[in-house]
C-alpha cells in the first residue's frame, strides 16, 4: 500500500512518533513503501545465548529511506517451541527507523528448545520483512542407542530394523546434522552396509535421530555388537545383533544295497543348503544307536567305507555336527540289508547206475563266490534222509550198499550258517 515519505527529513529533525513527523513536515510524497531484512536473518544460536548479529530492517519508498518511521519486531515460536526473547522478557519491541531507513532490534536470545522460528518486522504496511532463526543444540556430549537393538535374523539375511542413535548435548537437547558412524565387528560373527564394508556413516534430524544404512548379517552364526560414534564424544552407543546359524538337511545313501556279507558297504552323507554358503563340519555314521565312524565334509559331502555289517536288516542315520553357519541336523533313517552268501550245491552219485549190493559213493559239493562255505550236508532218497555229514573244504560225502532196486530221487541240502 502506498505510504507516507520523509526522504528529506533527517534523523535530527524526526520527531518522537510518525505522527509527530507528519505533524511536523506534512506529506512530501504517497509513493510504495518496501521493508527488507537488511541484517541478522537465517543465523543460529546455541539454546539460551545471544544470537551474534541483531536484527535490522530497512525501509525505503521509491529507492530512497524513510526515517522515523515505527517497525514492530515481533517473535513467531516453531512448531517445535523454539523461540525467542528481547531484553526483559519481551517477544515483541518496537522500535523507529532513522535518518538512513535502518531500524535495528534489541539483541535476541534463544530459548531452551531446539528448532527454527521466526521473527517479524512489520512497519503497517501489506509487506513486512521476515527473519528465519535456528535454536541449535550445543556441542555432542552423548549418543544414545534408541532403536534397532537387541534384534537378530538368519545368517546373510538383512536385519529388519535399521539402527538408530540420538545425539544430544549436556542439557539433553537434539543434536542436528551430527554425523554418527555405525561400525560393526571385522572379524567374526558380524554384519555389512551397503557399501559391503563394516561401517556405515548417517545424520542426525531434527530430532536428533540418525538411522543407520540397512545392516546385513555375514555367514557366521553367533552374537555381536555394533557401535556408533561421534567425534568428540567419549562414550559410543552400543547394539546388541545376533546372527542366527541356518538350518540344513542332510540325506544318507549306501551302496550296495542290499549287500552281502564281508562286503565293504560306502556310506555318503550329503549336507544340502539354500543361502550359498557351503557347509563345513563332520558327519557321524550310525546303526541305530552304534556309531560306525565320522568322516569330515567335503564340500558339503561326507564318506565312509565300513568293512562289513553282520546279517539281516540295519537302520542307519547320519548326524551333521554344524558349524559355524549352521546347525546340527540329522538324516531321516534309512534300511541298509545284509544277505547271507549265495550258494550252490552240486551232488554226484557213482557208480550210476550200480547194481543191489554194491556200494554207491555220494559226494556233495558246495561253492560260493564269496568263499569256502562250511557247515553241514543231508543227503536225502526223496524224504527219506539218508545221511549228513559236514563240509571239508566244500565237501560233504557219504557211501552206501543198502540202495534199493528202481530209480531214486537223491537230493544234497545244503543247510547253510549264519553267514
Known amino acids: 500500500m502506498p505510504h507516507q515519505a520523509f526522504s528529506a527529513n533527517l534523523a535530527e529533525d524526526a520527531g518522537s512518533t510518525a505522527t509527530d513527523n507528519a505533524n511536523l513536515y506534512g506529506v512530501v510524497a504517497m509513493q510504495p513503501a518496501l521493508v527488507v531484512a537488511a541484517a541478522g536473518n537465517n543465523q543460529t544460536a546455541v539454546v539460551n545465548t545471544v544470537f551474534a548479529t541483531q536484527l535490522q530492517v530497512l525501509m525505503t519508498a521509491g529507492g530512497a529511506p524513510v526515517a522515523g518511521m515505527p517497525v514492530t519486531f515481533?517473535?513467531?515460536?516453531?512448531?517445535?517451541?523454539?523461540?525467542?526473547?528481547?531484553?526483559?522478557?519481551?517477544?515483541?519491541?518496537?522500535?523507529?527507523?532513522?535518518?538512513?531507513?535502518?531500524?535495528?532490534?534489541?539483541?535476541l536470545t534463544a530459548n531452551g528448545v531446539v528448532g527454527e522460528f521466526n521473527v517479524t518486522a512489520n512497519a503497517g504496511l501489506a509487506d513486512s520483512a521476515r527473519f528465519k532463526l535456528t535454536n541449535v543444540a550445543g556441542a555432542p556430549a552423548h549418543v544414545i542407542a534408541t532403536g534397532g537393538a537387541p534384534q537378530h535374523v538368519r545368517i546373510n539375511t538383512a536385519f529388519e530394523a535399521?539402527?538408530?542413535?540420538?545425539?544430544?548435548?549436556?542439557n539433553n537437547l537434539p543434536v542436528v546434522n551430527a554425523k554418527v558412524t555405525f561400525s560393526a565387528p571385522a572379524t567374526g560373527p558380524s554384519a555389512t552396509f551397503p557399501s559391503g564394508g563394516a561401517t556405515g556413516v548417517a545424520q542426525t534430524n531434527d530430532n536428533g535421530v540418525a538411522t543407520a544404512p540397512v545392516l546385513t548379517a555375514n555367514a557366521l552364526g553367533g552374537g555381536y555388537f555394533v557401535t556408533a560414534m561421534v567425534d568428540g564424544v567419549g562414550a559410543p552407543a552400543v547394539f546388541s545383533l545376533t546372527n542366527d546359524k541356518a538350518s540344513g538337511s542332510i540325506a544318507l545313501a549306501s551302496a550296495p544295497n542290499p549287500s552281502g556279507v564281508g562286503i565293504p558297504i560306502a556310506l555318503e552323507a550329503t549336507v544340502q543348503t539354500k543361502l550359498g554358503v557351503v557347509p563345513t563340519g563332520?558327519?557321524?555314521?550310525?546303526?541305530?544307536?552304534?556309531?560306525?565312524?565320522?568322516?569330515?565334509?567335503?564340500?558339503?559331502v561326507a564318506k565312509l567305507t565300513v568293512p562289513e555289517l553282520a546279517i539281516g536288516a540295519h537302520v542307519l542315520t547320519a548326524a551333521y555336527s554344524g558349524d559355524a553357519s549352521f546347525t546340527n541336523a540329522q538324516s531321516a533313517p534309512i534300511t541298509h540289508t545284509v544277505l547271507k552268501r549265495n550258494t550252490q550245491a552240486k551232488l554226484e552219485a557213482a557208480p550210476n547206475p550200480s547194481y543191489i549190493g554194491h556200494v554207491v559213493y555220494f559226494t556233495a559239493t558246495v561253492t560260493s563266490p564269496k568263499g569256502i562255505p562250511d557247515g553241514v550236508v543231508v543227503f536225502q532218497d526223496g524224504d527219506v534222509t539218508l545221511a549228513t555229514d559236514t563240509l571239508n573244504n566244500g565237501v560233504a560225502t557219504f557211501a552206501t550198499s543198502a540202495m534199493a532196486l528202481g530209480t531214486h530221487p537223491l537230493t544234497a541240502r545244503y543247510q547253510g550258517t549264519e553267514t
Open 74 to 107: 515481533a517473535v513467531v515460536p516453531g512448531a517445535t517451541g523454539a523461540s525467542a526473547t528481547f531484553p526483559g522478557s519481551q517477544t515483541s519491541v518496537k522500535r523507529y527507523t532513522d535518518s538512513t531507513g535502518r531500524v535495528t532490534a534489541p539483541v
Open 162 to 170: 535399521r539402527l538408530q542413535a540420538r545425539v544430544v548435548d549436556v
Open 282 to 300: 563332520a558327519v557321524t555314521f550310525l546303526d541305530g544307536s552304534v556309531t560306525l565312524g565320522s568322516s569330515i565334509l567335503d564340500k558339503g
